[in-house]
């Protein structure tokens, strides 16, 4: 008993990440609460401001009332930093500030920040949180800049430049929140503005290890299994998932069927990219069919890359089950990517991980299912987004009890910091056995 209260006060990553996203979604909570967050004669209720703040943290994007409607500027920032925090990681800007200040990073901190990256070793951490940071500030900027320029013609400067600022943090940190009460509809045949925002949402969901190894490829011209893996499953479900919802869509007037050719392209392309993370969109989902809503569902489900804003099970995590199926069928025992053999504790991991999500999203869409009077596919579909964190919704996570929105709270929340992180915050360490049981043989298929 004395160990297992020692071993739950151990200040472990894991628990550094699951504590300091709690204290953050608290403090987010009581700012957004503040009559200065909100316009004059209107309120909000703790529930909603716990929900916001909850969905910005952990950059999913579902929101529970209209954000440029309902918030000041100053509740704007506050969800804007929340975004940016909940993006590259609290942890990460901790480290920034320390190496402003000329301190020497622990091994500890170290740790924390491998956990918070989720890198496969603390080789060169410090470094990549460097170029994470140089990244971030760059990218942000020029895009908020382009945008900004992009906007003044139909508002003001001052605006403009706030606008571009917001959604630029926004994408990148493929954080679903926007200002216009309707995401992006009325830019699904701008070309500019869908140029720029393909740009900061793949660049958000790469994660930062393969934005760093791109950022050497022209000195180093050599790319790890991770970064390899990580690009060529991104485009591939970017070009799969764009054929797709442009096939289903073609012929549907409420969504692409009036839109010219150019719209329908650049329609389709934001659609399958922004699905998997960002949570905007450019057209109406509600009126998609229910075939290309399901298929969306499939894809929020995949979600990003390890190490980026993006939610889901992961890129890697559907290689690695992708690969083990094919392994399995061609009646070959080991698994295999670009030429390098996985280890079967990875692909145990990768089975793990996309077994507990998929408990985790059936678990709570069948009680949602229960306690809210809604389409079943339409709960599906919300509960899918919040789990991936990607943000999208069919309307039904702004009508739902108070009860609907914490369950979709704590489903954001295990969706962002991921359920094997949170299995080891709130476990024990793991022990290796002294011993093991014979092996045994069923039959199964």
């Given at each position: 008993m004395k160990n297992l209260k020692k071993q739950m006060t151990t200040w472990t990553p894991s628990r550094v990440l699951l504590f300091g996203f709690i204290a953050l979604i608290g403090l987010g909570?009581?700012?957004l609460k503040l009559p200065v967050a909100?316009?004059?004669?209107?309120?909000?209720?703790?529930?909603?401001a716990f929900f916001t703040a909850t969905s910005a943290i952990c950059v999913t994007g579902l929101t529970v009332v209209d954000t440029g409607a309902t918030f000041t500027v100053f509740g704007e920032t506050i969800i804007m930093l929340l975004v940016q925090l909940g993006g590259i990681g609290f942890m990460t800007v901790a480290m920034l500030v320390y190496l402003m200040l000329g301190k020497r990073i622990s091994l500890r901190e170290r740790l924390i920040l491998q956990e918070t990256m989720n890198a496969g070793s603390m080789e060169g951490i410090v470094r990549i949180i460097r170029r994470t940071i140089i990244f971030v500030f760059v990218i942000q900027t020029v895009a908020a800049l382009i945008l900004a320029l992009h906007w003044?013609?139909?508002?003001s400067a001052g605006q403009a430049l706030y606008y571009g600022v917001f959604h630029s943090v926004s994408l990148f940190n493929n954080g679903g929140f926007d200002l216009f009460g309707n995401s992006f509809q009325n830019y699904a045949d701008d070309l500019l503005f869908n140029v720029i925002a393909f740009i900061l949402v793949i660049s958000g969901s790469l994660g930062f290890i393969v934005l760093a190894e791109l950022y050497d490829y022209p000195r180093l011209r050599k790319l790890s299994l991770h970064s390899k893996v990580v690009l060529s499953v991104t485009g591939i479900?970017?070009?799969?998932?764009?054929?797709?919802?442009?096939?289903?869509?073609?012929?549907?007037?409420?969504?692409?069927?009036?839109?010219?050719?150019?719209?329908?392209?650049?329609?389709?392309m934001f659609q399958s990219i922004s699905t998997r993370s960002s949570g905007t969109t450019t057209v109406?989902?509600?009126?998609?069919?229910?075939?290309?809503?399901?298929?969306?569902?499939?894809?929020?489900?995949?979600?990003?890359?390890p190490g980026s804003a993006g939610g889901g099970i992961?890129?890697?995590?559907?290689?690695?089950?992708?690969?083990?199926?094919?392994?399995?069928?061609?009646?070959?025992?080991?698994?295999?990517?670009?030429?390098?053999?996985l280890s079967k504790d990875l692909i145990l991991k990768a089975l793990t991980i996309?077994?507990?999500?998929?408990?985790?999203?059936?678990?709570?869409?069948?009680?949602?299912?229960?306690?809210?009077?809604?389409?079943?596919?339409?709960?599906?579909f919300d509960t899918t987004s919040a789990v991936a964190t990607v943000g999208l919704s069919m309307g039904v996570t702004e009508q739902m009890s108070e009860f609907g929105k914490i369950v979709l709270c704590f489903a954001m929340f295990i969706g962002r910091l991921g359920p094997m992180t949170l299995a080891y915050a709130l476990g024990s360490r793991r022990e290796q056995s002294l011993y093991r049981y014979p092996e045994g043989k069923i039959m199964i298929g």
């Amino acid at each position: 008993m004395k160990n297992l209260k020692k071993q739950m006060t151990t200040w472990t990553p894991s628990r550094v990440l699951l504590f300091g996203f709690i204290a953050l979604i608290g403090l987010g909570t009581i700012l957004l609460k503040l009559p200065v967050a909100v316009h004059e004669g209107l309120r909000i209720t703790w529930i909603d401001a716990f929900f916001t703040a909850t969905s910005a943290i952990c950059v999913t994007g579902l929101t529970v009332v209209d954000t440029g409607a309902t918030f000041t500027v100053f509740g704007e920032t506050i969800i804007m930093l929340l975004v940016q925090l909940g993006g590259i990681g609290f942890m990460t800007v901790a480290m920034l500030v320390y190496l402003m200040l000329g301190k020497r990073i622990s091994l500890r901190e170290r740790l924390i920040l491998q956990e918070t990256m989720n890198a496969g070793s603390m080789e060169g951490i410090v470094r990549i949180i460097r170029r994470t940071i140089i990244f971030v500030f760059v990218i942000q900027t020029v895009a908020a800049l382009i945008l900004a320029l992009h906007w003044m013609p139909e508002m003001s400067a001052g605006q403009a430049l706030y606008y571009g600022v917001f959604h630029s943090v926004s994408l990148f940190n493929n954080g679903g929140f926007d200002l216009f009460g309707n995401s992006f509809q009325n830019y699904a045949d701008d070309l500019l503005f869908n140029v720029i925002a393909f740009i900061l949402v793949i660049s958000g969901s790469l994660g930062f290890i393969v934005l760093a190894e791109l950022y050497d490829y022209p000195r180093l011209r050599k790319l790890s299994l991770h970064s390899k893996v990580v690009l060529s499953v991104t485009g591939i479900l970017i070009a799969v998932g764009a054929i797709f919802i442009l096939l289903f869509e073609w012929w549907n007037p409420h969504t692409l069927k009036n839109m010219s050719l150019e719209g329908k392209l650049y329609s389709t392309m934001f659609q399958s990219i922004s699905t998997r993370s960002s949570g905007t969109t450019t057209v109406d989902i509600t009126n998609m069919n229910q075939v290309t809503q399901f298929f969306m569902i499939i894809l929020m489900f995949i979600g990003g890359s390890p190490g980026s804003a993006g939610g889901g099970i992961k890129t890697t995590t559907f290689a690695i089950l992708i690969a083990a199926v094919w392994a399995m069928m061609r009646g070959r025992e080991d698994v295999v990517l670009f030429r390098n053999r996985l280890s079967k504790d990875l692909i145990l991991k990768a089975l793990t991980i996309i077994f507990l999500a998929i408990f985790m999203v059936l678990s709570v869409a069948m009680l949602l299912a229960i306690t809210e009077d809604q389409p079943f596919l339409a709960i599906l579909f919300d509960t899918t987004s919040a789990v991936a964190t990607v943000g999208l919704s069919m309307g039904v996570t702004e009508q739902m009890s108070e009860f609907g929105k914490i369950v979709l709270c704590f489903a954001m929340f295990i969706g962002r910091l991921g359920p094997m992180t949170l299995a080891y915050a709130l476990g024990s360490r793991r022990e290796q056995s002294l011993y093991r049981y014979p092996e045994g043989k069923i039959m199964i298929g």
